[in-house]
């Protein structure tokens, strides 16, 4: 009896497995960094169209005068991949940009309505389902790095290793006392209590000595590396500071960030995974500090650009073309979908995702992209409470008159709840029973239209002029508000 056919057969196996390889999804690493209260302006790769600001001799009143960073290694990640000009956040404020970013879903459906303070239900539902459960069921090693805020502390309700992240180590919201030697760290639920160093260098040195340890199994991974810089209460290293003649510690800590993000990259390119490793960087959404989100109108907690568009940059050598500029219009509710579809994993079919997959926009092969799904962003805070994108068109939508047109406003002036006469001017800040009332009141009634292609400061309402428009985009706005209202729940009515 011959045992060539054996042999053979033997000898085959590999060839079938390699051609069988050849059709399934690749599985790359992924990495999501996001800072916290990053301005559109902030980065230096974003000031490509202003000169370099770092010795000019630059006016008295420094409300015009433009950011002062250098934030090389950033800029590194995007000469490397792809930098978009038209990327939104998940919302104007932190727990609800977050909580869009890792499901694909507005987070006005995930019943996300404002910032999760301590002691309150809203957060974050179980039944959700994150991009690290997703991948953690695929095979995908996860955990998660840095600021979460997707839970009210107190509550008992799911922390990260809950929701797709059985390796954590985080904060419940902002570093305390500032981003020097924070003391509200936890590390798989337990306080670590105070650290010496900065926030951004803790948070990157965990990432990394979990990344050195995991990547011996030989699994892909996915983590989440949530910065709490530039967020307040600022603090940065002296001789970063030192570089700034005005808004030193900002400036400074978001430079000390750009140091950490240079760690990360550094450890990709000596360890061998660069070129299978997908790095993400963006911001939860707008800043508060001035200039920084120009030539954006608006800050952080409004729904005007300045609040929600955000920097966006996607490295994956040999996959994204290097030094490429994206216009497409992208959400943070578009991660998912892509990433899934980028690992071979079927997304949830049991909900409504609001975002869509870029991968295409990502690798170049759609350049002429148009959004299928509407951009649509709703907030009871501050007018406009509505924003809808369908093309280049921008509709705005107020609960009162129209905001006199500023490049900033005060948020706290312009907020729509106001405190009682005697009360801490920031009583009515936190997310409470009266919100859930107020919120569901919070229908608009007057509308501002832009063609923000040619209009990115938002100068020029052309609702008059097209009014037709206006009409048709009116209409979905009032249907998404109401729809995802329902669907977000009241979270004093029931039990959640």
């Known amino acids: 009896m011959t045992r060539f056919p054996i042999l053979t057969s033997i000898l085959l196996i590999p060839i079938l497995i390699g ?14 960094i996001l800072a916290d209260d990053l301005g559109y302006n902030d980065l230096s790769c974003y000031q490509d169209n202003q000169p370099d600001h770092t010795h000019a001799v ?29 990327f939104y956040c998940g919302a104007a404020v932190c727990s609800p940009s977050r909580s869009s970013l890792l499901t694909g879903r507005n987070c006005t459906r995930l019943g996300i309505y404002n910032w999760i303070p301590d002691h309150q239900p809203m957060h974050l539902r179980d039944r959700e389902i994150t991009l690290g459960e997703l991948l953690s069921k695929a ?17 008992g309700q799911p922390m990260p290793m809950d929701q797709g992240y059985p390796y954590a180590f985080f904060t419940y919201n902002n570093a305390n006392p500032s981003h ?55 603090a940065a290293p002296e001789e970063l500071a030192a570089r700034h003649s005005y808004h030193q510690e900002y400036y400074g800590c978001i430079e000390n960030m750009d140091l950490a993000v ?4 550094t450890y990709l390119e000596s360890s061998g995974l660069e070129r299978e490793t997908i790095v993400i960087f963006t911001s939860d959404n707008g800043s508060v500090t001035v200039a920084s989100n120009d030539p954006l ?38 991660i998912l979908p892509s990433m899934a579809a980028w690992t071979g994993v079927d997304p949830p079919t049991d909900r409504v995702l609001d975002g869509e997959d870029l991968t295409a926009v990502f690798t170049g092969e759609a ?49 729509k709840l106001k405190p009682e006469p005697g009360a801490s001017p920031w009583s009515q800040w936190r997310f409470q029973e009266g919100h859930m009332e107020f919120l569901q ?34 209409k979905k706005m009032l249907r998404l508000r109401e729809e995802m209202i329902s669907e977000g729940g009241n979270w004093y009515a029931e039990s959640e």
Not at 70 to 80: F, G, I, V, Y
Not at 139 to 155: D, N, S, V
Not at 262 to 265: E, P, Q, V
Request: aromatic fraction near 12%.
């Open 19 to 32: 051609c069988q390889r050849g059709h399934l999804p690749e599985r790359p690493n992924i990495i999501l």
């Open 58 to 86: 630059l006016p008295e009143n420094y409300s015009d005068r433009p950011p002062t960073t250098r934030t090389p290694h950033l800029d590194r990640l995007a000469s490397e991949g792809m930098r978009f000009t038209d």
């Open 139 to 155: 095979g995908y090693r996860t955990a998660h790095f840095g600021k979460w805020h997707l839970t009210a502390e107190g509550m």
């Open 180 to 234: 020097r030697n924070p003391n509200n760290f936890f590390r798989m639920g337990q306080p670590v209590g105070e650290l010496t160093g900065y926030s951004c260098q803790l948070v990157m040195d965990e990432a990394l000595a979990w990344l050195q340890d995991s990547v011996k199994s030989g699994d892909p991974f996915y983590i989440n590396i949530w910065f709490n810089e530039p967020h307040s209460v600022v």
């Open 262 to 265: 240079g760690r990360l990259l």
């Open 297 to 334: 109108r608006g800050e952080k907690a409004f729904n005007l650009e300045g609040g929600i568009r955000v920097p966006f940059i996607i490295r994956w050598p040999g996959k994204v073309p290097s030094g490429t500029v994206s216009g497409a219009a992208g959400s943070f509710t578009d």
């Open 367 to 415: 350049p002429g992209f148009e959004r299928s799904k509407h951009l649509f962003f709703f907030r009871y805070f501050h007018d406009p409470v509505c924003m809808l994108r369908e093309g280049d068109w921008v509709l705005l939508g107020y609960m009162d008159e129209p905001l006199p047109y500023m490049r900033r406003y005060d948020h706290r002036e312009f907020a």
């Open 441 to 474: 009141t919070a229908v608009p009634v007057n509308f501002e239209l832009y063609q923000i292609r040619e209009d990115i400061s938002q100068a020029t309402d052309l609702s008059a002029s097209h009014p037709e428009t206006v009409e048709q985009m009116k």
